[in-house]
Structure formats: C-alpha cells, structure tokens
C-alpha cells in the first residue's frame, strides 16, 4: 500500500501564521494526522473489490448447487406422488 507524506511541523506553521493558537494548531494538525491513517488508497479498494468479487463467485456456485438438489428433490416428490395417486 502506499503512503502519504504530510509534513506536521510545517501544518502547524502554517494554522500559527493563519491565527490559530499552539493548541489549536497542533489538535487540528493531529486530527488530521489521524484521520490519514483511516484513507482508503486505490489498490486497497481494488483489493476489497477483487476479494468482494471473488466472494459473489463462491456464493453464486454454492446457491446454484441448492437450487439443483431442491430441484431434484422436488421433483422426486412430484414423481412419488403422481405414483401413489394412480
């Protein structure tokens, strides 16, 4: 994955020159420091995507093989009772 850089020292700077207090400078730039760390990159995305993928692939096999045993046992009821009824 990748990362990115951002320059906390030079953030605060910056919200300083800008009129904002030591405190206020450093809670803003640590929030925001923060929340980098939670950023979804694009090869996280195509891999939650290809795995999601991946996932529907197995899912759609796996009721394809429910559908045709309820199918088969459905039949074989239908069969049975077309039987016992002549």
């Known amino acids: 994955m990748s990362s990115i850089t951002f320059d906390t ?3 605060t700077r910056r919200l300083r020159d800008a ?8 809670a ?4 925001l420091s923060d929340s980098q ?3 979804v990159t694009r090869e996280h995305f195509d ?3 290809e795995t ?4 529907i ?4 096999r796996r009721l394809t093989i429910k559908l045709g045993a309820f199918i088969a ?3 074989g009821v239908i069969i049975a009772v077309l039987r016992l009824s002549n």
């Open 37 to 39: 760390e939670r950023l």
């Open 28 to 31: 803003v730039v640590r929030v």
């Open 73 to 75: 046992a459905a039949t």
């Open 9 to 11: 020292l030079d953030a």
């Open 47 to 49: 891999f939650k995507m």
């Open 19 to 26: 009129g904002f207090d030591e405190k206020q400078a450093e």
């Open 57 to 60: 692939q197995t899912l759609e």
């Open 52 to 55: 999601l993928g991946k996932d």
